[in-house]
């Protein structure tokens, strides 16, 4: 694991919800509070305490330990990079760039979360993100009447999720191509709702189902 460098650590904590952020990548890493205790060299009731304590203040000397076992940085830990694009750091050493092959694409694309939507206007394409499902492997996504992704109806559209990783320079992206339409069954959209996993982040009023039946579906990931 490399050694961090001042850089990783900043002078002074950025805000953000440290506990939550801890607990969420222990989660994504399969660790649990013990283990991450034990490989940073902790007590398992200092990392309880971080995690449930909102007010918590730990030193860069706790941080930096942490990040090593989480696989991160100081500065994604604390929530200083949270209005940062990613993909801001340097590239890996020895990158490798591979295809993905269909079944791992919709693997990932099957993990839900916000995607973005490409849509052609008279204007020139614009993309927004979009809370979307996956059902009967179709992009599914409510939106409200008149905004763009509900104009994409009837149209050509592009959608693209992806996941980057500052801390290691790597990552992956699927793009999907297909032809949205707004779903008008009224059973079709009693069951998009049923097996809907989450609801739009932006809220308010947003009960117009569009579906995005996919026609070419690729990936590509580079690892280090």
Do not use: K
């Not at 989480?70 to 890996?92: C, K």
């Not at 919709?106 to 849509?119: D, K, M, N, P």
């Not at 499902?133 to 009837?154: C, K, M, N, Q, Y």
Request: proline share 9%; aromatic share 4%; charged share 25%.
């Amino acid at each position: 694991m490399a050694e961090p460098t001042p850089a990783s650590v900043p002078a002074r904590a950025p805000v953000g919800d440290l506990g939550r952020r801890l607990a969420a990548r222990r989660s994504q890493l399969g660790l649990s509070l013990e283990e991450t205790a034990e490989c940073a060299g902790m007590a398992p009731s200092y990392v309880r305490y971080l995690e449930e304590h909102p007010g918590a203040a730990p030193g860069s000397g706790p941080l930096v330990r942490l990040a090593e076992v989480l696989q991160t940085t100081v500065t994604d830990l604390t929530g200083g990079a949270v209005d940062l694009p990613p993909g801001t750091g340097r590239a890996g050493r020895t990158p490798e760039f591979t295809e993905l092959d269909p079944d791992e694409c919709r693997s990932l694309l099957s993990a839900h979360g916000v995607g973005r939507l490409a849509v052609p206007m008279d204007s020139g394409p614009v993309i927004v993100p979009v809370n979307y499902d996956v059902v009967d492997d179709a992009i599914v996504f409510r939106t409200a009447e008149g905004t763009t992704p509900a104009l994409a109806d009837s149209r050509p559209v592009a959608f693209e999720v992806d996941r980057i990783d500052d801390a290691f320079s790597q990552g992956w992206s699927v793009l999907v191509r297909g032809r949205a339409r707004t779903v008008t069954d009224p059973d079709e959209e009693s069951r998009l709702t049923a097996r809907a996993y989450s609801l739009p982040w932006a809220g308010g009023e947003r009960d117009v189902w569009v579906r995005v039946e996919p026609e070419t579906v690729t990936g590509r990931r580079i690892t280090v």
